[in-house]
């Protein structure tokens, strides 16, 4: 047996709640959130807004200028996190913001 044959151990996935809790640290000023995609949040309109939040890369979903989910997440250190259709509930890291979390995320997003 050769070190070649050794399966591959699986990088750990990103949580919902890690996740969560890196957009309230953003929210709340405890982290910086820049935009990583070329156009604004009014140019885009509708579709996948890429932002960086001190390492952690988050696509959300913006439908029709309005904050939807989290699309995908991948964290500096390689570790992953992806939106799927058939995800129960509270698998979507905006999910899980307060009403009024989610309203300041969007605000802090429409003014990158």
């Known amino acids: 047996m050769t070190l070649t044959d050794c399966p591959e151990e699986p990088t750990p996935v990103l949580t919902a709640r ?12 405890r982290r910086v959130m820049v935009r990583v995609c070329a156009q604004t949040w009014d140019e885009l309109y509708a579709g996948m807004f ?9 696509t959300i979903f913006n439908d029709c200028d309005e904050l939807d989910y989290c699309e ?3 964290s500096s250190d390689g570790r992953r996190r992806s939106f799927a259709s058939g995800d129960r509930y509270g698998t979507d890291p905006v999910a899980l913001l307060s009403t009024w979390e989610h ?6 997003l429409k003014a990158l």
Do not use: H, N, T, W
């Open 18 to 29: 890690e996740v969560c809790q890196v957009l309230r640290d953003a929210i709340f000023g």
């Open 50 to 58: 890429l932002v960086d939040i001190e390492g952690l890369s988050i």
């Open 103 to 108: 309203q300041i995320l969007e605000r802090l």
């Open 72 to 74: 995908a997440c991948v």
